[in-house]
């Protein structure tokens, strides 16, 4: 039995992603392809725009055929903490003998040169990144700059470009926990295939999520959009465009925040400096609408995305501590099932022979965790389901369901 690990978003699903899961099981010849698939909450620091139930039905419908929930607090953490939660989730899973990711550029060899750079960090590498970031600018480009330098002194192609995308970087952040823990899942980068990660306008032979959210957003989503979807899922897809929920429906739960707090540091990806910038502008923030916000906060050293994974770590209460403990105590705590196929059983009965974490089939069995640690990531992602799906009850005048009586997707 061999399988490929996928790590993956869906916001929303669309037909690059079947293509990529399709090219994921062909490549690594897999029997089985198991997706870490991000929760209500995603890494650009923003609710999904459909719930992770509707997404890993529309995955589980093209070729996935087992998708596990990351817990909310990697889900929406920068690259690092993102790959982190999602390759040491795989890792422990006991059965991926692939990881498959999206990227600009399919050379591994690239990806896993960077890597090691960036595990080892010689001097020179470390001495020109202190550089940039005294001279102000923001880590991510900082740390792109001193590879660039590094490498381009040991006579390496320019890097400018490679380090600019944001599939490039996590693919790098992928080949550094494999090769820290020393792990025996090989990674394999697949090329991205026509639009941009970034492109906000449908064409070309597939089409980026950013350009689907956009539409949806306008409300303008037409034949042109939904040829983007796969045929199988258009249902699917053109009922929860009736039930998206987007950042502005957390205006009232950052505004309480920001008006309890006189200290903001202890909340995950807050520093003493950005927290001080929060306090110095947070009556400036009352009124405003949640992007305008966002804008307010944002400085030359620190980037909007970084704005709004602050902020929605705010919201959620996912403080630095506990991020800290999460990881000290082997950074997965358990594997908590959204949707399988039927005929993946033989999976799961491996699975279960071989997983070192509790592999929660059902949402109730999360609720007799006994470890301390794992009942504290358990009570953060149900806070998070929860309030998502508070969001939509009060928006659509739909009936609350808790996590314990949502069931996971079977087909």
């Given at each position: 039995m061999r399988t490929v690990g996928v790590i993956a978003e869906y916001d929303p699903f669309h037909t690059g992603h079947a293509y990529h899961i399709q090219k994921a099981k062909e490549i690594s010849g897999a029997d089985y392809a198991v997706v870490i698939m991000s929760p209500d909450f995603v890494q650009r620091g923003e609710p999904a725009v459909f719930d992770k139930y509707t997404r890993a039905h529309m995955a589980l419908q093209n070729g996935a055929d087992l998708v596990l929930e990351l817990?909310?607090?990697?889900?929406?953490?920068?690259?690092?903490?993102?790959?982190?939660?999602?390759?040491?989730l795989l890792e422990?899973?006991?059965?991926?003998?692939?990881l498959c990711f999206g990227a600009e550029n399919a050379d591994v060899g690239l990806f896993s040169r960077i890597a090691g750079i960036l595990v080892k960090e010689p001097e020179e590498y470390t001495a020109f990144l202190r550089r940039s970031l005294r001279q102000g600018d923001s880590f991510p480009l900082a740390r792109a700059k001193a590879l660039a330098h590094f490498t381009e002194a040991k006579n390496a192609p320019a890097l400018s470009d490679f380090l600019s995308s944001p599939n490039n970087i996590l693919g790098i952040e992928y080949c550094k926990i494999?090769?820290?823990?020393?792990?025996?899942?090989?990674?394999?980068?697949?090329?991205?295939?026509?639009?941009?990660?970034?492109?906000?306008?449908?064409h070309g032979a597939y089409c980026s999520a950013s350009a689907i959210?956009?539409?949806?957003?306008?409300?303008?989503?037409?034949?042109?959009?939904?040829?983007?979807i796969p045929?199988?899922?258009?249902?699917?897809?053109s009922d929860a465009c009736k039930h998206t929920v987007t950042s502005e429906e957390l205006l009232p739960f950052l505004t309480q925040k920001l008006l309890a707090y006189d200290r903001f540091d202890p909340f995950f990806d807050i520093s003493p400096e950005l927290s001080d910038r929060?306090?110095?502008?947070?009556?400036?923030?009352?009124?405003?609408?949640?992007?305008?916000?966002?804008?307010?906060?944002?400085?030359?050293?620190?980037?909007?995305?970084?704005?709004?994974?602050?902020?929605?770590?705010?919201?959620?209460?996912?403080?630095?501590?506990?991020?800290?403990?999460f990881t000290d105590h082997g950074t997965a705590a358990y594997l908590k099932v959204l949707g399988l196929r039927r005929d993946a059983s033989p999976l799961l009965h491996r699975i279960k022979e071989v997983c070192a974490l509790p592999f929660l089939t059902k949402p109730a069995a999360g609720a007799n965790l006994k470890d301390d640690t794992a009942a504290r990531m358990w009570r953060q992602d149900l806070f998070a389901s929860h309030l998502y799906r508070s969001i939509r009850c009060r928006r659509f005048d739909e009936a609350f369901r808790t996590e314990y009586e949502i069931s996971p997707i079977v087909i």
């Open positions: 817990p909310v607090c990697y889900a929406t953490g920068s690259a690092e903490y993102f790959a982190l939660g999602a390759v040491t422990r899973l006991g059965v991926a003998d692939v494999l090769q820290k823990t020393g792990s025996g899942i090989r990674p394999i980068p697949i090329r991205r295939e026509s639009a941009p990660y970034h492109s906000t306008v449908p959210r956009k539409k949806i957003a306008e409300a303008a989503v037409t034949d042109a959009v939904v040829r983007y045929a199988n899922c258009r249902d699917l897809f929060i306090r110095a502008q947070r009556y400036a923030c009352i009124g405003k609408s949640y992007r305008q916000i966002v804008a307010v906060l944002k400085s030359r050293q620190i980037t909007e995305a970084r704005i709004r994974r602050a902020l929605l770590h705010l919201i959620l209460d996912i403080r630095l501590e506990d991020v800290m403990s």
